[in-house]
């Protein structure tokens, strides 16, 4: 994708309904329990199953882990106590530490797997803000926007702010139609189009969000994660989806 067209924009808009992901990934020896709580309520809200990856060791936050998920009976759990990292899945939305995402390769163009890395402040991790802020760009903008739609409804948002990057191409005013679609497809999100350049830090820092979406997509072969992205896995107050599509 290199632009988000009229026609990409009634797209975008007609899937925000249907989750992309067929499960939620998360292992309990790096996101621990906050981020199990995190994927699994994210897994229910999207109808989709919830793989749990806990080791063969004596955990005791497992305790606490089985005592959360026996609280959601209609979501499907599948455990795993394999020893190794989970492997790839495809279609899975993995869920990983803000550490183990630093200590990792770069995500852009890992596995065509959608990212979440958990942190940022307790208020935003449990979705107190009611707020989804997506940062459009040039490349990947379209599958934020998709993202950052389906993630309000997991995470009971009312709200989405979708900041306009000054790589973004303006012309035909395609990002206005796509807040005017995205908006009549869901009545319940209020959709604020901000085109000021401030940085993802003093973004986040002046309109607490609990979810930051951005695009894991390489401008070009090689290049790494885009500014706004490299910026979000640092510095976000709150959980980042990285957007593979």
């Keep these: 994708m290199t632009a988000l067209a009229n026609e990409s924009a009634h797209s975008a808009a007609a899937s925000t309904t249907t989750p992309s992901a067929t499960c939620v990934l998360v292992d309990v020896r790096d996101s621990g329990v906050t981020g199990v709580r995190w994927a699994a309520d994210c897994a229910q809200s999207l ?17 606490e882990v089985a005592a959360l998920l026996a609280q959601r009976p209609d979501l499907t759990v599948h455990v795993d106590h394999a020893d190794t990292y989970p492997p790839v899945q ?3 939305l993995v869920v990983l530490s803000r550490a183990r995402a630093l200590a990792a390769p770069p995500l852009a163009g890992r596995d065509l797997r ?10 935003a991790l449990v979705g107190r803000f009611g707020v989804v802020t997506a940062v459009v760009e040039r490349v990947g903008g379209e599958g934020v926007l998709q993202r950052a739609t389906t993630l309000c409804h997991a995470r009971g948002a009312t709200r989405l702010r979708v900041l306009a990057r000054p790589s973004c191409p303006r012309s035909g005013g395609w990002l206005d139609d796509a807040a005017d679609l995205v908006h009549a497809s869901c009545r319940d999100v209020i959709v604020e189009l901000v085109r000021d350049a401030r ?7 002046l309109f607490p969000s609990d979810l930051l ?8 072969p090689g290049e790494g994660l885009q500014p706004d992205a490299r910026a979000a896995l640092h510095q976000a107050s709150c959980p980042v989806l990285f957007s593979c599509s």
């Design 199 to 205: 940085s993802v830090a003093e973004e986040t820092r």
């Design 47 to 63: 109808g989709i199953a919830l793989v749990v990856h806990a080791g063969t060791g004596n955990d005791p936050a497992h305790t």
């Design 213 to 220: 979406v951005v695009s894991g997509r390489e401008r070009g």
């Design 90 to 92: 495809e279609g899975a």
């Design 114 to 123: 959608d990212v979440v890395v958990m942190g940022g402040c307790p208020r």
